[in-house]
């Protein structure tokens, strides 16, 4: 049985690599490097074109009915968006400038907390969007349910299932 293996620190997971994949230190690098990089090609589209979105919105005819409040929520929003997306493109510089430099256990290490942080930050643009779109459409307070509720999902699917399974030999039933 595989147990939780820590991406913090993949030495503890190295020898498992070993024994079971047969793979090298370098093999494995590769191949995280490679599935990071899928990953990112999965995110990276969605949270440019929510970026390239969001920043068109002040030059639309109706941004002006946003009030105070949703307009610090909106760029707050952009913000997140912003961030987000030099974070997940972030890796594609970095191995740019580490290419033929040897050094793909940097790489990897800090191109996995890049989209992690991206990630983060990609849930709390998205919470954001739904806010304002909610607020627009349905009023204040369905923006705040709206916002909560997808904030809840963020944080449940894209944080604690994963921590969940990552800590724990856990099956999580209809998952």
Known sequence: MISAMDVD???NDQQWDHRERGETELQRL???WTSLLQELRVVQTGVQLLTGFLLTLPFQQRFD???DDMRVVYL???GCSVAATLLLIAPVGMHRLLFRRHRLAVLVSAAHRCAYAGLVLL???LAGVTVIIFDGV???VAGVI???CALTMFAVF???VPLLLRTKDVELPGL
């Open 30 to 32: 590769d191949r995280n």
């Open 158 to 160: 894209w944080l604690v």
């Open 76 to 78: 707050v929003t952009v």
């Open 123 to 125: 849930g709390l643009a």
């Open 146 to 148: 709206a916002g909560v």
């Open 65 to 67: 009915i946003l009030g």
């Open 9 to 11: 620190h993949p030495e």
């Open 138 to 140: 349905a009023g204040s």
